[in-house]
């Protein structure tokens, strides 16, 4: 839905983005990953236009975005980043509303949607009043998630939205973007430079360097193969393999065996999780359970060094 061809980008003479090629599918979350200075922010700005390409096209549903009125495009794509804050002198309610009133939805359906939004980001009702400068640093980030959803976009384009957040708020931020994409079924582009948030997010992982895609590819698979000393010494040598473990679940590895001693792991689990358990707990097996919390097997340490899940493991 979102095609880059050959495009370059430079700020006077130096190169930012170099004969960038890609394509973001629609529906997808897609995550741009990569040093300070790979190019991820101009990327991430030419797809609205924030950023002008100096060469190449780029396709938004089929269409060049050059012959879409600028803003119809930007209407159609949200845009939460990090530094450019909320209207200081407006309230949340009025933040949030920004680009329903930028298209004069009827007030009724407006302040439906800000409702809607606040209870979808988990913000209070008592904050639609407020000014950004009396909300916290983590709901202001949600008011800027809000304001960039609220004219129900195509496309979500977000820089480092969670940046600056403490690591339990980021998480349950995370964990939103993650719902919100599933149930809206949103095309979202995200940028971060925190590995395991991107782990966590992509359906699919874009490594850039040097204003260039090293890799693309799901997160399992980059991590499993990655294609260069670069993608590995940035996926992080020593880490490699416990974040390999992230993206395992532990329902996909367990037997369906035997009464085991020791506390349950839940099968929704991460096997980096089972990870900290066995360590944490001094035992080589753990019981599993499912959603309700009833018994349905066990995970044996060994279990954790199994490259297929158990479909596809031998009899
Ligand atoms: N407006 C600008 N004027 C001049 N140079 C720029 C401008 N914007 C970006 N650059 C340069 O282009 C290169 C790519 O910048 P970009 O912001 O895309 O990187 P990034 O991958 O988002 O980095 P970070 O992770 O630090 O945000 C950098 O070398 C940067 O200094
Ligand atoms: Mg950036």
């Known amino acids: 839905m979102i095609e880059f061809m050959q495009v370059n980008k430079a700020f006077g003479d130096h190169p930012a983005v170099k004969n960038l090629s890609l394509r973001l599918e629609e529906g997808a979350f897609s995550v741009l990953i990569g040093t300070s200075g790979s190019g991820k922010s101009t990327t991430l700005k030419m797809i609205n236009r924030l950023v002008e390409p100096d060469s190449g096209i780029i396709h938004f549903s089929g269409q060049d975005i050059r012959e879409l009125p600028l803003l119809a495009l930007r209407r159609r794509m949200g845009y939460a980043i990090q530094s450019i804050g909320l209207f200081p002198h407006w309230t949340v309610a009025q933040n949030i509303a920004t680009v329903p009133q930028l298209l004069k939805w009827p007030k009724a359906k407006t302040n439906a949607r800000i409702d809607e939004l606040m209870a979808l980001l988990g913000l209070e009702p008592d904050l639609r009043a407020r000014y950004p400068h009396q909300l916290s640093g983590g709901q202001q980030q949600r008011v800027g998630v809000a304001r960039a959803l609220a004219g129900d976009p195509e496309v979500l384009l977000m820089d480092e939205p969670f940046g600056a957040l403490d690591p339990v708020t980021r998480g349950a931020l995370q964990q939103e973007m993650r719902r919100i ?125 199994r490259e297929e899940p158990n479909d596809a493991r031998a009899p």
């Open 181 to 305: 994409h599933q149930l809206l079924g949103r095309t979202i582009v995200l940028v971060t430079h925190d590995i395991d948030e991107a782990l966590r997010l992509a359906d699919n992982l874009i490594l850039m360097d040097g204003g260039e895609v090293v890799q693309q590819g799901t997160p399992l698979s980059m991590l499993s193969a990655p294609g260069s000393e670069f993608a590995r010494r940035f996926f992080g040598h020593s880490e490699l393999g416990v974040r390999l473990l992230s993206l395992r679940r532990v329902a996909d590895y367990a037997r369906p065996d035997e009464n085991v001693q020791g506390e349950p792991l839940a099968d929704t689990l991460s096997l980096r999780d089972a990870l900290s358990g066995f360590m944490t707990q001094r035992r080589t097996v753990l019981p599993v359970v499912d959603s309700q919390g009833r018994p349905c097997g066990s995970l044996h340490f060994s279990d954790l060094l």
